[in-house]
Every structure is written in structure tokens, then in C-alpha cells.
């Protein structure tokens, strides 16, 4: 193990009032040390001197709670292929880098505090249709419905998404189009999820837009910054659902879009 | 006091269908008169809020996390039980429940247990229903996998994401019910006390994380899903917001707290690899489907790379003890035989904390491509931690806190002795004994949230006028008050020490002499030491900022003040039971080589402990533990 001398450069930030840069120097950080090991030595080290530390959002600290975010070096959750924040190790910076850490940027996640926003847009969208229509206690036996296993692998891929937000962080138009399309994916594309398939679409589609997200023009800046390798081909099935739903809609032939306690 | 468990009458496997019909019910339009407070949004919270909400009941649903989905059921990676026999191995609900308390050694509730392995057939049915995607065949039929102490293959899962997988669908259904208006979701609120009225739960006080404003609920009942107390040893495998406060507030207002020394240590989580540690990751345990556990045989080997040591100078001593459940020996059993290794100087990696799991054999017979979909995830999880790559070496595992058995003692109906509060999944302290089997975490916080409580809760609430007691009532603004001075408090100690810094020194000794192996001299000399540590503590913190704002150091000292209390009530409850059984290990109550000797004559019962005003001086009431159907025995899995 051997020990980094860092200076970072730290987005600090109360509510709506304007943030700042602020350096903070990090000699000494064992290169085993998670990166948000390094921010807990940090924030360690600034309560001892009397000084406000750094907050920002973590929990699980094993990638999957998807609590975790920070813009490191520009990147949503660093420059690790398909890790996050929590899971990227010290080991991959050396001693003298420089690393700027921000919060994820988007006018649709709010900042709290420095490195913390509000995400609550993401559970609005999965609010307005992410579900099955099912109640507890009503189903049938669960081998009643046999779902071929390349539907079922093709659903798990989109259902690994965490919700960490890094597709918006890292889209120069703040689009969750990735977020959406792998929670609408994941149900548009099982048998459970067909009877509600165009309500699900339509609905989700436009709460993002009302939440405030961008447009997706197709740079696939979302992919890879996904902590969990989401692939943009479900981009391209959401596009196709919402198409087909919008017809029909046209026509008349679309049950009123979910959500909002209709 | 006496504890009266509520279990209904008749044969075994009647009991539960019988108390259905026995239970209350309460009329449509009634039910909305009722309010329910849920506390947590894991498996049990979400499934809980969801479905009182789909019977029509009004529903407030808090998490401290930014969102409900987060909530750690979420890093459960391996599987979830269910006694479906798809395999046609022959499994069925009486070998899940047969299985459950033996795996528990003997200390669970026999009735609960049942009822638990009757509900798991249809946990799998509504998971499907809502989308979960499960692994399947190519027939597109279910597929199972094996886990420790089971002889059959009865677990579903999801990659190795299935907590994920499992809450995100309970996490669609409140989602469902948010959007119906049934539910309404507080999201970045703490449960800083339990409100009691007249001896009943009626409400509770939060704080808004991002405000810092104070606030008062009131309910009908209350509902605590908030999860395990892991992390009173600092490190474990729970994420870092993990706490015990909700359970130990309500303990403080007179539930009691039963068994807390039942805690388990998971086997296979990548070793400690410094002090600026935070948290332990685990390995799933299906990974021990395929890897194969071993050190050296010579202790001057431990040091050479694994692929140096020949076959005939490798220990595989789990398959060498236990031949017949061999790499699949339960949690407890595996765990103490890792530590067994290496206080015999066998332990391989930094610190020799650690055995080798080892993949070679399976990648050889299977093919590395194989093993990557089962397992690839966890592979990878592996390298960016350590650096290593498991396809290449075999894995450097150790033991580390994962799930704790005890929790607030609940009757049939999860009600603890306060009227009013009910306790769901790992919260609560019933079915899983002194040991929980792999699998079976999942399946309790499901089947507690979407089975039993919708049933059981309506025998509480029909004796209820509904919306009787507000936050206006005296309690709540004393409650209010108690919980804004105690904020003060912590704002104005301005001491030297970080909460982080007390935080990891009580998990140290905690971890010293309350975790795999206990003896009476260790425990006492805890008791001694946590009371002077907690006096320091509320000298000596430093939490900066202030109480009206986002305060992440505010938080974490409430709950490490909570902890520091409830270390004591473990270490208690630890040295009072003079026998091992499963997670609690007493070095003193052994057999000759080595294994857990329980002492049913004078402990089979469940230690249910009262809070009395002194710390160091709780009540004791036990709740006898009667065995009907399963036979007393000694744990084997040689």
C-alpha cells in the first residue's frame, strides 16, 4: 500500500445560494482507500480544524443503492468503466492529481448541499406508470407464465439500473432518457408489463419532460457514463413504445395515461 | 411481565390458515378512517405500505434515504427462499420449515417459522406478477440455486441482484399506491422517537434531513421495517445509514428487545484492508455453490501465491468437517471455522485475516463463461475492490457482521408488547432464531409486509376509535421537545473527537468481544468499558453546523449515541446466555471439537429485555420455546 498526496479542488454549496470551488489539500490517502474513504479522511480531517465538511450522498457503499453520485473530474462517478462513486479505489489516481469534484449538474436535480441534489424527479416518473397494475395475493403460479430466458435476461439488463442519475449528469442536455427507457424497458418488454404497456409509456415519457429534463440527440454520453453498462438500444425501444402509444392515442384508442391519481 | 405470544391453537400446519379465519376484519369503508405509519421502506416497509394502501387503508411511508428504492434490502445479492418444489428435489413447506429451525438452532418460534415457509410459495407468484425478473430456463420456467443448509434447490434468483430486483418491484407497487393517493412518501426523514399514548404507539417524531425541522405524526399504529442494528460493530456489511434508533427509541418507551446477541457473521465478505475502512463488502454466499473453501495446510505456506501451494498441501476443511453439506455448511458454522483457521496462523492475505475461495475446479468443469453469468457481477465487484481478478486466483474471503437475529420482541400478529406497535422483517426478532439460513432474509421482510401483517394488523386496529389521538395530544409536543433539546445538546458539546471516531472505537471493541466468539471475561470487561466510552462520548463529540439545515454529522450522532447505549443491552444479553447457539458463540459452552453445545434445559426461551431506566440494569422476560413438530437436536451437517 502506499500513501497520495492529492489537492482537490471541491464544489461547495447551501441550497439555492451560489457555489464556489474550494481547494482542499489531501496528503496522505492509502491507495486501497475507496474514493469516498478519501472524502470520509477528508471530511475527518476538516472537523478537527473546526472547518464545515463536505456533504454528499452515500449509503450502501457496494454500487447498488445508487446513493452515491459526484462529477469527478467531469465525469459522472469518475473515470472507472461502469463503477460507482463508492466502488472506484483510490489505487487509480496517483500521488500530485489534481481531481475537481462537482455535484451531478442538472436543473431537474437541485442542489441541497455541495456535493448532495435532489433526485426526487426519478421517483415522479416511476410514479406515472414504472409499475404493474397488480394487487398483493391475486396472482397465479408463478411457472403459470413462462418467459423464454433471452426475454428475461433482456428485462434483467434494464432492471440493473441503480436510478444514480449519472445519464443526466453526464448529457449536455440533462436527459433521463436513459433512466426512463430502462424502467419502461424493463416492463415493456415482459408479458406482465403489455396491458398497461402504452398508459406506462405515455405517462412516464411526459412526467420526465414536465420534471424538466433535455432532449436525447443521440451522443450516448449516458452510456458511458452508466455505472451499470446500461445499453442506449433501450433509447431506441422507448422511442419505438412512445410512437406506437402516441398513435394510438391520436386515434382514440389509449386508456387515460396513469399517475396523478386518476 | 408475562409475554403472550398469541399463537393460535391447533396442529402445526393449520395454525396460520386457521388464524386468517379467526382474525378480524374491517369494513371497506372504515379502513380509510385508519391511518398506518411505516417506518422504512426495505422489504418490509414497501410491501407493508403497498398493500394496507391496495386494502384501503391511509398510509404515511418515511425513509431516511433520498428515494424509497434505496433502502439496503437493495444490496441483498443472492436469493430468496420459497418451498415451490419446481425442482421436484423434494422439497415442500414442512422440509422449508423443518430446515428454518434447525438452521435457527432451535430458538425460533416453531408457529412463525411455519407460517413464514407457507407464505414463501406465494412471495414468488406476486414478485413475477409485478415484473421481477427472475432467472429462468431456456422453457422459460423459474430456475433455482442451492444455499447453505439446504439439501434442495429452492432458491429463486435475479443475477445477483435479487434484493435489488425484489425491492424495486415492492418499490413499483408504493409506487402504484403513491400515484392511487393511498400512500403518502416522506423521503429523506429520520424516526428520531416512537409516540405513546396511554401505553399505545401513536405516532412518531422525524426530522426533515434537508430542512432540519422537527416534525410529529400521528397513526392508528405504527409499523417499525426499519431493519438490523449490524452496525453497532461500525463495520459490517449494512450500508452506512443502517441504524438502531427507531427499535431502541421504541425499546426506550417500553418494547421490549428480545435476543439481541443473535447476531450473524457472513462467512464470505472480502477481508479489512485498513482502519480507514467504512464498510465490509460481501461476497454472496452462492458463490460456496461453486468455490471451494481452503488455507494452507503448513503455515510457512500462507505466504507463497495460491498457485504454488499443491493440492495435497491445501486444507479444504469445510468439505473435510462437514462431508455432507461440505462448502455449504451454515453461516455460523463456516464463519467460525475461517476464524478457527486462522488463529491457527493458516489465514492467507494482509493481517492473515482471510481464507482462500476458489473457483479453479468449477471454471475448469463449467468453463469461465459460466461461471461469469452466475456469478460475473460479484467477480467484478471483487477486482475493483481488491485488485485482483477471482477468473485468475481464488478469492480472499473472511467473516464479517451481516444480519443481526434479535430485534423488538412481536407476537403472532408482529406486535410487540406496546399495543399498536408492529414490527416487521429484520427488525423484529422472530423467525430466524439464532442463526438465519442464506435466502431467507428476503422471504421474512416480504412475507411480513405483503401476507402477514395486512391480515394481523386489523386484530389491533378493530378495537381502535380511528383518528382519535392527534399531534395536538400533550405527548407529541413533549416528544417534539425532548428530541430539539437533544439536537442542542449535540450541537453544543463542541469537543475534540469526530462522532465517526467514537463510532469505530465502540464497533472495535464490540467487534473484540461480542463478535464470533464470546466469553463471559470479555463481556464483563465490555460492560465496563461502553458505559465510560458512552460518558466520553457526550463529553468529548465534535458535530459541527447547525440543527436547521442539511447535517450529515447531526444525523450520525444520533444514531451512534443510540448505538453506544444498545451496545450494552448486546453485551448483557450475551453474557446472560451461558450456552453457544448459533451466531452466539460462547467459548466457554463448547463440545470437543469445537462445535456450538446449547443448553435447552435452561435456555430455550427467548430473552425478551425491558428497559427500566438504568442501562445497565433491564428487566429480563422470557418467552418459553415449546417444540411441537421439529425435535430437539444437536445441530449436525457433518
Request: charged share 25%; hydrophobic share 35%; proline share 4%.
Amino acid at each position: 500500500m502506499s500513501l497520495l498526496n492529492l489537492h482537490l479542488k471541491v464544489w461547495r454549496q447551501n441550497g439555492s445560494q451560489p457555489g464556489h470551488f474550494q481547494d482542499i489539500e489531501a496528503p496522505e490517502i492509502p491507495d486501497h482507500a475507496s474514493f469516498l474513504e478519501m472524502m470520509d479522511i477528508v471530511n475527518e480531517r476538516l472537523i478537527s480544524k473546526g472547518e464545515d465538511p463536505v456533504a454528499f450522498d452515500h449509503d450502501c457503499r457496494e454500487g447498488i443503492c445508487g446513493m452515491c453520485s459526484m462529477q469527478i473530474n467531469g465525469v459522472p462517478h469518475g473515470p472507472e468503466k461502469a463503477t460507482t462513486t463508492c466502488q472506484l479505489h483510490m489505487r487509480k489516481f496517483r500521488t500530485g492529481d489534481t481531481i475537481w469534484i462537482e455535484p451531478f449538474r442538472a436543473s431537474a436535480f437541485p442542489i441541497l448541499k455541495d456535493l448532495m441534489v435532489d433526485r426526487t424527479a426519478f421517483d415522479r416518473i416511476q410514479q406515472a406508470g414504472g409499475f404493474v397494475t397488480v394487487r398483493t395475493g391475486a396472482p397465479q403460479d408463478a411457472n403459470a407464465l413462462p418467459i423464454g430466458k433471452e426475454v428475461a435476461d433482456a428485462a434483467m439488463d434494464a432492471a440493473e439500473c441503480i436510478g444514480c442519475g449519472a445519464c443526466v449528469a453526464a448529457c449536455k442536455n440533462a436527459s433521463a432518457m436513459l433512466f426512463v427507457s430502462a424502467k419502461a424497458g424493463q416492463l415493456n418488454s415482459l408479458p406482465q408489463g403489455q396491458p398497461e404497456k402504452d398508459r406506462r409509456t405515455l405517462g412516464m415519457v411526459r412526467q420526465m419532460d414536465k420534471e424538466g429534463f433535455g432532449n436525447c440527440t443521440n451522443q450516448y454520453e449516458c452510456e458511458a457514463a452508466c455505472p451499470k453498462g446500461i445499453s442506449v438500444r433501450w433509447i431506441t425501444k422507448l422511442n419505438r413504445d412512445y410512437a406506437i402509444a402516441s398513435v394510438k392515442e391520436a386515434f382514440g384508442n389509449t386508456p387515460k395515461v396513469a399517475g396523478g391519481g386518476d | 411481565m408475562s409475554l403472550n405470544s398469541n399463537i393460535p391453537s391447533g396442529p402445526m400446519a393449520m395454525k396460520w390458515s386457521k388464524h386468517k379465519q379467526d382474525s378480524k376484519l374491517i369494513n371497506p369503508k372504515n379502513k380509510r378512517k385508519f391511518t398506518v405509519l411505516v417506518v422504512g421502506s426495505g422489504l418490509a416497509g414497501s410491501s407493508a405500505a403497498a398493500t394496507l394502501s391496495e386494502l384501503g387503508y391511509k398510509v404515511k411511508c418515511f425513509c431516511f434515504q433520498d428515494s424509497a428504492r434505496r433502502a439496503h434490502s437493495i444490496a441483498a445479492q443472492g436469493g430468496i427462499n420459497a418451498a415451490k418444489n419446481y425442482q421436484n428435489d423434494g422439497d415442500s413447506v414442512h422440509r422449508l420449515f423443518y430446515d428454518t429451525v434447525k438452521g435457527g438452532d432451535f430458538r425460533a418460534r416453531e408457529a412463525n417459522v411455519h407460517r413464514l415457509a407457507e407464505v414463501s410459495v406465494n412471495i414468488i407468484d406476486q414478485c413475477v406478477a409485478q415484473g421481477v425478473p427472475f432467472a429462468r430456463e431456456y422453457g422459460g420456467m423459474l430456475a433455482n440455486r442451492s444455499f447453505g443448509g439446504a439439501q434442495v434447490s429452492r432458491t429463486f434468483y435475479a443475477r445477483g441482484q435479487t434484493g435489488q430486483q425484489l425491492l424495486l418491484g415492492a418499490y413499483s407497487a408504493l409506487n402504484k399506491e403513491i400515484a392511487s393517493g393511498g400512500v403518502q412518501m416522506y423521503t429523506r426523514m429520520e424516526m428520531l422517537d416512537l409516540v405513546t399514548v396511554d401505553g399505545h404507539a401513536k405516532g412518531i417524531i422525524t426530522r426533515n434531513l434537508v430542512t432540519g425541522k422537527i416534525e410529529a405524526h400521528a397513526g392508528d399504529a405504527v409499523l417499525l421495517c426499519t431493519g438490523g442494528y449490524g452496525n453497532v460493530f461500525y463495520l459490517s456489511t449494512n450500508a452506512m445509514g443502517c441504524n438502531v434508533t427507531a427499535t431502541w427509541r421504541a425499546h426506550r418507551k417500553g418494547a421490549f428487545f428480545a435476543n439481541p446477541c443473535y447476531t450473524q457473521i457472513h462467512p464470505t465478505c472480502i477481508p479489512v484492508s485498513g482502519d480507514y475502512q467504512s464498510k465490509l463488502t460481501l461476497m454472496s454466499e452462492s458463490l460456496r455453490n461453486d468455490g471451494r473453501v481452503w488455507v494452507p495446510k503448513k503455515k510457512e505456506d500462507c505466504g507463497k501465491a495460491p498457485d504454488q501451494i499443491p493440492e495435497a498441501d491445501r486444507d479444504y476443511y469445510l468439505e473435510r468437517k462437514y462431508p455432507s453439506f461440505g462448502n455449504l455448511a451454515p453461516r455460523d458454522i463456516s464463519s467460525r471455522a475461517a476464524k478457527e483457521a486462522c488463529d491457527d496462523g493458516r489465514g492467507v492475505g494482509p493481517g492473515g485475516r482471510g481464507v482462500y475461495l476458489d473457483f479453479a475446479e468449477a471454471i475448469q468443469q463449467f468453463g469461465a463463461k459460466t461461471i461469469a453469468e452466475r456469478y460475473g457481477n460479484l467477480f467484478e465487484m471483487y477486482e475493483r475492490i481488491t485488485g485482483e481478478s477471482a477468473y485468475k486466483r481464488p478469492m480472499r474471503i473472511y467473516p464479517a457482521v451481516h444480519y443481526t437475529m434479535g430485534g423488538l420482541w412481536v407476537d403472532y400478529n408482529l406486535m410487540s408488547n406496546l399495543p399498536g406497535l408492529h414490527v416487521l422483517g429484520e427488525a423484529n426478532f422472530s423467525d430466524h432464531g439464532a442463526n438465519r439460513l442464506g435466502a431467507s432474509a428476503l422471504m421474512q421482510g416480504l412475507a411480513d409486509g405483503y401476507f402477514v401483517i395486512p391480515t394481523t394488523i386489523a386484530n389491533y386496529l378493530v378495537g381502535q376509535k380511528p383518528g382519535s389521538i392527534t399531534t395536538d395530544h400533550p405527548e407529541f409536543k413533549k416528544a417534539v421537545e425532548a428530541c430539539t433539546a437533544q439536537t442542542k445538546k449535540f450541537l453544543n458539546i463542541n469537543g475534540k473527537r469526530s462522532v465517526d471516531s467514537f463510532h469505530r472505537e465502540l464497533g472495535l471493541l464490540v467487534w473484540d468481544k461480542c463478535g464470533m466468539a464470546r466469553t463471559r471475561e470479555g463481556l464483563t470487561e465490555a460492560l465496563k468499558r461502553i458505559p465510560e466510552l458512552r460518558e466520553e462520548f457526550w463529553q468529548n463529540v465534535k458535530v459541527p453546523g447547525s440543527g436547521d439545515f442539511t447535517n450529515p454529522e447531526l444525523e450520525k450522532a444520533g444514531r451512534v449515541a443510540d448505538f453506544m447505549e444498545f451496545a450494552e443491552l448486546l453485551c448483557l444479553d450475551a453474557r446472560h446466555r451461558e450456552e453457544s447457539c448459533g451466531g452466539h458463540f460462547r467459548s466457554e459452552y463448547q463440545t470437543e471439537d469445537g462445535e456450538a453445545k446449547r443448553d435447552d434445559e435452561n435456555f430455550s426461551y427467548a430473552a425478551a429485555w425491558e428497559y427500566t431506566g438504568n442501562l445497565s440494569q433491564p428487566t429480563l422476560n422470557k418467552e418459553p420455546l415449546t417444540f411441537e413438530e421439529v425435535h430437539l437436536a444437536v445441530r449436525s451437517y457433518k
